[in-house]
């Protein structure tokens, strides 16, 4: 789960600041370097925080206009990027992971 609180953190910030900064370029981060450094957070910590954090943007996400969504950002592996594209990435991430969660509960 930290992996995924992380990436919640992460993107819906980036959501956030393409949409409150013209020409916003979004900051790559190394996933890996991210987890090393949070080897002591526990299990339910880390739901915890998924959860908050998915709630959190879920909210913000629902009241964005459709000019909101629209906003641009740019991103240096990516290129030009919408925040409806991001919230999109955000969805399928999260239900990637579950899917491996729920295989990995099964066995």
């Not at 709630?55 to 592996?77: G, Q, T, Y």
């Not at 925040?83 to 999260?94: F, N, R, S």
């Amino acid at each position: 789960f930290i992996h995924l609180a992380q990436t919640e953190l992460a993107f819906g910030n980036r959501a956030r600041m393409a949409i409150a900064t013209p020409n916003y370029t979004a900051q790559p981060f190394d996933q890996d370097k991210w987890m090393a450094k949070e080897s002591s957070t526990g299990g339910r910590e880390a739901f915890e925080a998924l959860v908050a954090a998915n709630a959190f943007n879920r909210a913000f996400f629902k009241s964005l206009s459709p000019a909101d969504r629209a906003a641009p950002f740019s991103h240096p592996e990516f290129g030009a990027l919408t925040v409806d594209w991001l919230v999109h990435q955000m969805a399928g991430h999260l239900i990637h992971h579950l899917v491996q969660l729920e295989q990995i509960a099964r066995t």
